[in-house]
């Protein structure tokens, strides 16, 4: 227990650039997060309506998608993905990414990474939003198409800003599972917090502080607990707003899921 | 079609051993996040606000931390502080009481969707607290819960296979597929028998709620 | 041997440059000129040409391999006797190298698919990968040991029995350990600094590698302890693409540049001599020598 709190086993936090090289890689993490989140909402949302079109094959082809890239674990995607990308993908991404990015992410093995993270929670997101927009009213479908709106302008104006302003607690929750799931990049060899972390550890070789293993992991680990519960402090307060704004009518989240447990019990 | 075949019978013992490792894991960590969930629960909702509190940490805690971060503090963490952990348990320990959050969560909004008139009429009949929770209102919210424990299963399924490729080393269905493609190459051979291990696998413990479901769950 | 290939080299580019000079204009001649005084300036057909012409060459490392490749986290440069070698051959070129992380398992596939244009990552030659890859002719020659905890008994491969011993997937030793210590139990993992942390806190009985990475180990940990016979030879060479002819031949230039001027002695002594306290010189094994060990 001592070992836990030994001040000299915390002396590494302050001493040469190590603190600032562990934010450093907590910084890649969140990028690939934002980045990987707002490619999942745009593919996410294609799915979504895929499924719920009348045209059916496409319907039933978009719902295997869903069902397999739901079920696959995420680290075995982004491994498959970083082994067997073909060489012309890798570098025209190395092309397109632009310079101002961190050098950790300027390695083609990112875009095994985000692909990874992107069809994955895409998948996981097409189903919050068809959630969402199927928990709309029918009357307003319907009232829609009495106004005389074509399918695509109901979609357009009337259901999809209402459905899927109710998904964005849940896209928000969604946002801090991707969070945490960023760390599984460091398997393929992506510089970010945890594999800084580990050089940290091996500090000792530059004739440094010792920096224990433990807590340079339980720094590491408190600094995804607060950000990701600020992140859920959003979520709650967005969910709070929606409650209100619906008149209590709707229950904002995806039960079952386990991004999406709620955080408020259902009455 | 060939050399899909051939990977999979030149390889199907170190397969299905990998496969056999992710059902323990996956087994015995569920055992653990229920135990370990049950008793967050029941802080959760104990008269205490202290206690409230406590698994109110308890919970936001483990749902922030991401899984990885957490094994490395159970395995090389524990194990340099001088407490030697087996990979195993540390594996189990890890995916179970980082699920073990999400499970109390479950069970508690299962315990509300227990009528509070319930809780009540039993505490009024004489039961105490803790025979209330034990005999009234956790047998019918696990009922409820049914359903969303199974995502959780599903959920650890696939977290599962984070354990084998890190630090720990299990040879689990992941690990095993990617030792088998390391040996011989053929990467869409091997990570194409992997997923449709982990999509059985998923696609029998959905059918095996479903069953349940139809069986025992209350219908609101 | 090498100096006279590398002269034969040096005069069929020289001629080239002369054909493709005539006509031009006295800027390009002047620069002509200029770049050659700095780096010489090979045809745009070559890989040399295309790496000028990008500016830049992606050599794969390691990153968390010292001292032949690892990260610095006080300045965040890559550094080593293998990102040195790196250094010398983009120096040839005139062109500044970009250093990436190559992991045992993705190497081969960074060639093959164009991510790295040369390997430097204490990868050992043999047949096999003879087949997929290119190699130079060796720049070090390692031996495969055993590294234990201090507390261990374990005095030699034979001594392996049925403990754990971890390497790296896709390495040379996930064979070799199985041929000759089949009772042991083997860790495979993503890298090197994972073995290290089993070993460390007590998860593996041993680590099994090349002895430079298993020195880099004891930099780190003075505790641990080489022990036993040499396994294996391991010749280390860079990775070229397959059947890249030419730049194969510019890079064992390169490379025999440093064992004859005295650059390669100075990194080893840099970077290995003063942990190892052993001497070494420059290697004089050749590449066909490399791929007849280990039959």
């Given at each position: 227990?001592?070992?836990?709190?030994?001040?000299?086993?915390?002396?590494?936090?302050?001493?040469?650039?190590?603190?600032r090289?562990i934010?450093?890689?907590?910084?890649?993490?969140?990028e690939?997060a934002?980045?990987?989140?707002?490619?999942a909402?745009?593919f996410g949302?294609?799915?979504?309506?895929a499924?719920l079109?009348?045209v059916r094959?496409?319907a039933v082809?978009?719902?295997a998608?869903?069902?397999?890239?739901r079920?696959?674990?995420?680290?075995f995607?982004?491994l498959?993905?970083a082994l067997?990308?073909?060489a012309?993908?890798r570098?025209?991404?190395?092309?397109?990414?632009?310079?101002?990015?961190p050098?950790?992410?300027?390695?083609g093995?990112?875009?095994?990474?985000?692909?990874?993270?992107?069809?994955?929670?895409?998948?996981?997101?097409?189903?919050?939003?068809r959630?969402?927009i199927?928990?709309?009213?029918r009357?307003?479908?319907?009232?829609?198409?009495?106004?005389?709106?074509?399918?695509?302008?109901?979609?357009?104006?009337?259901?999809?800003?209402?459905?899927l302003?109710?998904m964005?607690?849940?896209?928000?929750?969604?946002?801090?599972?991707?969070?945490k799931?960023?760390t599984?990049?460091s398997?393929?060899?992506?510089?970010e917090?945890?594999?800084?972390?580990r050089?940290?550890?091996?500090?000792?070789?530059?004739?440094?502080?010792?920096?224990?293993?433990l807590?340079v992991?339980l720094?590491?680990?408190?600094?995804?607990?607060?950000?990701?519960f600020?992140?859920s402090?959003?979520?709650?307060?967005?969910?709070?707003r929606?409650?209100?704004l619906?008149?209590?009518?709707?229950?904002?989240?995806?039960a079952?899921v386990e991004?999406?447990?709620?955080?408020?019990?259902?009455? | 079609?060939?050399?899909?075949l051939?990977l999979l019978?030149?390889?199907?013992?170190?397969?299905?051993?990998g496969?056999w490792?992710?059902v323990r894991?996956?087994?015995?960590?569920?055992?653990?996040?229920?135990?370990?969930?049950?008793?967050?629960?029941?802080?959760?909702?104990?008269?205490?606000?202290w206690?409230?509190?406590?698994?109110?940490?308890?919970?936001e805690?483990f749902?922030?931390?991401?899984?990885?971060?957490?094994?490395?503090?159970?395995f090389?963490?524990?194990?340099?502080?001088?407490?030697?952990?087996?990979?195993w348990?540390a594996?189990?320990?890890?995916l179970?009481?980082?699920t073990?959050?999400y499970?109390a969560?479950?069970l508690?909004?299962g315990?509300?969707?227990?009528s509070?008139g319930q809780?009540?009429?039993?505490l009024?009949?004489g039961?105490?607290?803790?025979?209330?929770?034990?005999?009234?209102?956790l047998?019918?919210?696990?009922?409820?819960?049914?359903?969303?424990?199974?995502?959780l299963?599903?959920?650890?399924?696939?977290n599962?296979?984070?354990i084998?490729?890190?630090?720990?080393?299990l040879?689990?269905?992941?690990?095993?597929?990617r030792?088998?493609?390391s040996?011989?190459f053929e990467?869409?051979?091997a990570?194409f028998?992997?997923a449709?291990g982990?999509l059985?696998?998923?696609?029998?413990?959905t059918a095996?709620?479903?069953?349940?479901?139809s069986?025992?769950?209350?219908?609101? | 041997?090498?100096?006279?290939r590398w002269?034969?080299?040096?005069?069929?580019l020289?001629?080239?440059?002369?054909v493709?000079?005539?006509?031009g204009d006295?800027?390009?001649?002047?620069?002509?000129?200029?770049?050659?005084?700095?780096?010489?300036?090979?045809?745009?057909?070559?890989?040399?040409g295309?790496?000028?012409?990008?500016?830049?060459?992606?050599?794969?490392?390691?990153?968390?391999?010292?001292?032949?490749?690892?990260?610095?986290?006080?300045?965040?440069?890559?550094e080593?006797f293998?990102?040195?070698?790196?250094?010398?051959?983009a120096e040839q070129?005139?062109v500044?190298?970009?250093?990436?992380?190559?992991?045992?398992?993705?190497?081969?596939?960074?060639?093959?698919?164009g991510t790295?244009?040369l390997?430097?990552?204490?990868?050992?030659?043999n047949?096999?990968r003879?087949q997929?890859?290119?190699?130079s002719?060796?720049?070090?020659?390692?031996?495969?040991?055993?590294?234990?905890?201090?507390?261990?008994?374990i005095?030699?491969?034979?001594d392996?029995?049925?403990n754990s011993?971890?390497?790296?997937l896709?390495?040379?030793?996930?064979?070799?350990?199985?041929?000759?210590?089949?009772?042991?139990e083997?860790k495979?993992?993503?890298s090197?600094?994972?073995?290290?942390?089993?070993?460390q806190n007590g998860?593996?009985?041993?680590v099994s590698?090349?002895d430079?990475i298993?020195?880099?180990?004891?930099?780190?940990?003075?505790?641990?302890?080489?022990v036993?016979?040499?396994?294996?030879?391991?010749?280390?060479?860079?990775?070229i693409?397959?059947?890249?002819k030419e730049?194969?031949?510019?890079?064992?230039?390169?490379?025999?540049?440093m064992?004859?001027?005295?650059r390669?002695?100075k990194?080893y002594?840099?970077?290995?001599?003063?942990y190892?306290?052993?001497?070494?010189?420059?290697?004089t094994?050749?590449?066909?020598?490399a791929?007849e060990?280990?039959?």
């Amino acid at each position: 227990m001592s070992y836990l709190f030994d001040p000299a086993n915390w002396e590494w936090l302050v001493t040469g650039n190590n603190f600032r090289f562990i934010l450093e890689g907590f910084l890649v993490n969140l990028e690939i997060a934002v980045i990987a989140m707002a490619f999942a909402l745009a593919f996410g949302l294609l799915l979504a309506l895929a499924r719920l079109t009348r045209v059916r094959p496409v319907a039933v082809a978009a719902g295997a998608w869903v069902d397999v890239f739901r079920n696959l674990p995420l680290i075995f995607l982004i491994l498959y993905l970083a082994l067997g990308l073909p060489a012309p993908w890798r570098n025209a991404y190395e092309d397109v990414v632009p310079s101002f990015f961190p050098e950790a992410l300027q390695s083609g093995r990112v875009l095994a990474a985000l692909l990874g993270l992107v069809l994955y929670n895409s998948a996981v997101l097409a189903e919050i939003m068809r959630a969402g927009i199927l928990s709309l009213d029918r009357g307003q479908g319907e009232a829609a198409s009495a106004l005389g709106m074509t399918y695509g302008q109901s979609l357009r104006f009337v259901i999809l800003p209402q459905g899927l302003r109710r998904m964005v607690p849940a896209t928000v929750s969604q946002l801090i599972t991707l969070n945490k799931d960023t760390t599984l990049v460091s398997i393929i060899a992506i510089q970010e917090v945890m594999r800084h972390g580990r050089i940290v550890t091996g500090f000792n070789f530059f004739g440094g502080v010792q920096a224990p293993v433990l807590q340079v992991f339980l720094f590491i680990g408190a600094l995804f607990v607060l950000t990701n519960f600020l992140l859920s402090q959003l979520s709650r307060r967005l969910e709070v707003r929606e409650r209100r704004l619906t008149a209590g009518r709707v229950t904002p989240t995806v039960a079952g899921v386990e991004d999406q447990v709620a955080a408020e019990p259902v009455r | 079609m060939d050399d899909y075949l051939d990977l999979l019978t030149g390889n199907l013992p170190e397969l299905a051993s990998g496969m056999w490792v992710t059902v323990r894991l996956v087994a015995i960590s569920f055992g653990i996040a229920m135990g370990a969930g049950t008793l967050v629960a029941a802080l959760r909702v104990a008269p205490s606000a202290w206690l409230q509190r406590l698994g109110g940490l308890y919970v936001e805690v483990f749902r922030n931390l991401p899984l990885l971060v957490l094994l490395f503090i159970t395995f090389a963490g524990l194990r340099r502080a001088g407490v030697p952990v087996s990979p195993w348990v540390a594996g189990t320990a890890s995916l179970g009481v980082y699920t073990s959050a999400y499970v109390a969560e479950v069970l508690r909004s299962g315990v509300f969707s227990v009528s509070r008139g319930q809780i009540e009429a039993s505490l009024s009949l004489g039961f105490t607290y803790g025979a209330t929770l034990r005999r009234i209102v956790l047998p019918q919210a696990f009922r409820t819960v049914i359903s969303p424990l199974g995502s959780l299963i599903i959920a650890m399924i696939k977290n599962s296979a984070i354990i084998g490729v890190s630090l720990l080393a299990l040879p689990d269905l992941l690990k095993s597929a990617r030792v088998i493609q390391s040996r011989t190459f053929e990467t869409n051979e091997a990570f194409f028998w992997a997923a449709v291990g982990y999509l059985l696998l998923t696609a029998t413990v959905t059918a095996l709620i479903r069953v349940l479901e139809s069986r025992y769950a209350i219908r609101r | 041997m090498k100096a006279s290939r590398w002269l034969v080299v040096a005069a069929v580019l020289a001629s080239l440059l002369g054909v493709t000079g005539c006509g031009g204009d006295d800027e390009e001649a002047g620069s002509a000129s200029e770049s050659a005084q700095q780096a010489e300036k090979f045809p745009a057909d070559t890989t040399m040409g295309k790496i000028q012409k990008k500016g830049e060459i992606p050599i794969g490392v390691k990153y968390d391999v010292p001292p032949f490749g690892f990260k610095n986290p006080q300045s965040g440069d890559i550094e080593g006797f293998d990102v040195d070698i790196g250094n010398a051959v983009a120096e040839q070129l005139g062109v500044k190298p970009k250093f990436i992380e190559a992991i045992s398992d993705n190497r081969i596939p960074f060639l093959e698919n164009g991510t790295a244009d040369l390997i430097l990552s204490t990868m050992t030659i043999n047949a096999e990968r003879d087949q997929e890859i290119d190699f130079s002719e060796p720049y070090y020659v390692a031996r495969g040991r055993i590294l234990v905890g201090p507390d261990s008994d374990i005095a030699g491969v034979k001594d392996l029995g049925g403990n754990s011993v971890c390497t790296a997937l896709g390495s040379t030793y996930e064979e070799t350990l199985s041929k000759q210590a089949p009772k042991a139990e083997r860790k495979l993992v993503d890298s090197y600094s994972e073995c290290l942390e089993l070993i460390q806190n007590g998860a593996v009985d041993a680590v099994s590698t090349d002895d430079v990475i298993l020195t880099g180990m004891i930099i780190q940990d003075d505790s641990l302890k080489l022990v036993g016979d040499e396994l294996t030879t391991e010749p280390y060479g860079a990775g070229i693409k397959n059947g890249d002819k030419e730049f194969k031949e510019f890079v064992d230039g390169v490379i025999g540049d440093m064992k004859s001027d005295g650059r390669w002695q100075k990194a080893y002594d840099k970077w290995v001599g003063q942990y190892t306290k052993e001497q070494q010189k420059p290697p004089t094994m050749t590449l066909q020598e490399a791929l007849e060990i280990g039959g």
